[in-house]
């Protein structure tokens, strides 16, 4: 139980265009999903935590219109980074919190975003 | 500012052996602690959570501690094998910042067949 999956796996997309990434929650109703980013050898940073049907909350230094945080369902929430650059790539972790237990979440599996 | 801090950043052991993961963490106000492992290119898998009120987990060869008082955790790993070669991440969640949690940079960890 508790799988969370993201989707593509790895994306390779070109300056200036824009690319959305998908987390899903497929065994359980998530209220609270988190987006990550991670460099290499780097630590997990927080971008931003979503809620289901209401706006994101971004972390100090994210850019909320670079980053497009969508969380329409309990089971969706998506990630678009909009006219994207080689800064960045990246690998981006989404995690999912069950409905009604904030303090476990459940980490999908990452998504490797290459921007040429 | 609250932070997590893991040493060492590597480290490589021979097969067999048991070993010690250190995490430190600022103000012992915390929620939870919680260890995970990440293979290169991968996600995050959970492997033990330190509620507050509690000392120590363990699963199988695991074993995790936690002294809130000096601000310290380690994860203990018995009879170590070559599958265990992984970066180990330790992070916290303090209760005056919801469910938000402040990962550490992690230690890269390589069992020497």
């Known amino acids: 139980g508790a799988v969370v999956s993201q989707h593509p796996s790895w994306v390779i997309c070109k300056s200036g265009t824009s690319v959305k990434i998908e987390c899903r929650s497929l065994?359980?109703?998530?209220?609270?999903m988190f987006w990550y980013r991670q460099f290499p050898k780097q630590s997990l940073m927080l971008m931003a935590t979503s809620n289901e049907g209401s706006k994101a909350t971004y972390e100090q230094g994210v850019e909320k219109d670079k980053f497009l945080i969508n969380h329409a369902s309990l089971t969706l929430s998506t990630l678009t980074v909009t006219s994207a650059h080689p800064e960045d790539s990246s690998f981006y972790i989404c995690s999912a919190s069950p409905s009604g237990i904030s303090y476990e979440q459940y980490f999908g599996p990452g998504t490797r975003l290459t921007v040429t | 500012k609250q932070e997590v801090t893991q040493i060492p950043a590597a480290l490589s052991v021979p097969e067999g052996e048991n070993l010690v993961l250190n995490c430190s963490f600022t103000d012992s106000a915390i929620y939870n602690l919680q260890w995970f492992r990440q293979d290169p290119g991968k996600g995050l898998t959970s492997l033990l959570l330190?509620?507050?009120?509690?000392r120590e987990q363990t699963s199988g060869r695991l074993n995790a501690s936690l002294d809130k008082s000096s601000g310290r955790s380690t994860l203990y790993i018995a009879a170590s094998q070559p599958g265990d070669s992984a970066t180990y991440l330790c992070?916290?969640?303090?209760?005056?910042?919801?469910?938000?949690?402040?990962f550490g940079k992690g230690t890269r960890l390589h069992i020497l067949p």
């Open positions: 330190i509620q507050s009120s509690q």
């Open positions: 065994d359980f109703q998530a209220t609270t």
């Open positions: 992070a916290v969640r303090w209760i005056d910042r919801d469910d938000k949690i402040i």
